[in-house]
C-alpha cells in the first residue's frame, strides 16, 4: 500500500535526522513509531506526505511515487492521506461539523454557513462519522468549546471525512491526560480496523504502543533500529 525506499532526510542546519529508512505497509496494519526524542520520528511522518522534502529516497503510495510530483499533482495525491495532530489543527471559531466537513474540501473556506453549500450524502457522511466518534451531539458547537479529548476525536472524524487511503497520526494523545489518551487510541485503532484502513503512527509512549499497535517501528538518531510486534519488543527491552 505504502512503500518508503531509502529515505532520508538532512535539514540545512544539522545532521542527518533520518537515513535510509526502508519499510513497507500493507493493506490494513497499524504500525506505531517509537523513540527517543529527536530520533527522526516526526520526520519521518512529515515527509510521507512531504510535509518535509525528503533528501533521497522513494515514497511508492500504490504505484505513485510522491517524491516525483509537482505541487498540483501533489495536492491531489495527498487527498489520499489523511492527517491527525497533536494539537488537533482544528478551526477554533467554526462549529464541529464545519471543522468534519473541511475534511471534505482539503480546506476551510472562508464564507460563514458553508453548510447549505455541501451535498446532503456529504452531511450525513460528517453525522453518522461524529456519530462513530461519540459526539454526535456536539455537532453544533464551537470547536473551542469542547474539551482535549473531543477535540482529537473532531480530528479523527475529520481526517475520516476525507476517506483516505492511508492515515499519519502524529503524537495524537500528547497533549491528553492518560485515561482520555488509551481512549483515543482504542478509537482510532477500532476505526482502522473496522475500515481496513493503515495508519502510521508516532506514539511517544511505549506501554501505548505495545497497548494497541499491531506491529512496532524503532527508531534512534534517525535509523530504523526496531521492526517487530508489540511482543518481540517486550522481550527485546
Ligand atoms: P522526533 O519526532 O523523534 O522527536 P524529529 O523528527 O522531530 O524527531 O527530529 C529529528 C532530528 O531532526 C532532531 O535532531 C531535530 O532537532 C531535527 N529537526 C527536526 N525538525 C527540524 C527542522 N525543521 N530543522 C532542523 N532540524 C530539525
Ligand atoms: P516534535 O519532536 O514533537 O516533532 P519538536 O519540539 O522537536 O517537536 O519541534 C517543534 C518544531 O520545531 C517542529 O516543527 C520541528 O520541525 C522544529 N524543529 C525541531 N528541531 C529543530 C531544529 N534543530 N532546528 C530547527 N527546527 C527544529
Not at 511522518?45 to 505541487?71: F, H, Q, S, W, Y
Not at 482529537?152 to 483516505?164: C, D, K, S
Not at 473496522?194 to 501505548?208: M, S, Y
Amino acid at each position: 500500500m505504502l512503500h518508503l525506499e531509502g529515505l532520508s532526510k538532512t535539514y540545512k542546519t544539522g545532521d542527518a535526522a533520518l537515513s535510509d529508512a526502508t519499510l513497507d505497509v500493507p493493506k490494513g496494519q497499524i504500525i506505531g513509531l517509537i523513540g527517543p526524542s529527536g530520533a527522526g520520528k516526526s520526520t519521518l511522518i512529515r515527509c510521507i506526505n512531504r510535509l518535509v522534502e525528503p533528501t533521497a529516497g522513494k515514497i511508492m503510495l500504490g504505484d505513485v511515487d510522491l517524491v516525483k510530483l509537482g505541487k498540483t499533482e501533489l495536492r491531489h495525491q495527498r487527498r489520499r492521506i489523511g492527517m491527525i495532530f497533536q494539537e488537533y489543527a482544528l478551526v477554533e471559531r467554526l462549529t464541529v461539523m464545519e471543522n468534519v466537513l473541511s475534511g471534505r474540501l482539503g480546506y476551510v473556506p472562508f464564507w460563514r454557513s458553508f453548510l447549505r453549500k455541501y451535498p446532503p450524502q456529504d452531511i450525513q457522511n460528517a453525522y453518522r462519522l461524529l456519530d462513530r466518534v461519540g459526539l454526535m451531539h456536539q455537532a453544533d458547537k464551537r470547536a473551542d468549546a469542547l474539551s482535549g479529548g473531543q477535540r482529537q476525536r473532531v480530528g479523527i472524524a475529520r481526517a475520516l471525512a476525507q476517506e483516505p487511503e492511508l492515515l499519519l497520526v502524529d503524537e495524537p494523545t500528547a497533549s491528553l491526560d492518560p485515561k482520555t489518551s488509551r481512549q483515543i487510541m482504542r478509537l482510532l485503532t477500532e476505526i482502522c480496523e473496522e475500515r481496513g484502513l493503515p495508519a502510521i503512527v508516532n506514539i511517544h509512549d511505549v506501554p501505548l504502543a505495545q497497548q494497541f499497535m499491531q506491529r512496532i517501528i524503532g527508531l534512534n538518531s534517525g535509523r530504523i533500529v526496531f521492526d517487530g510486534s508489540p511482543e518481540e519488543l517486550s522481550d527485546d527491552v
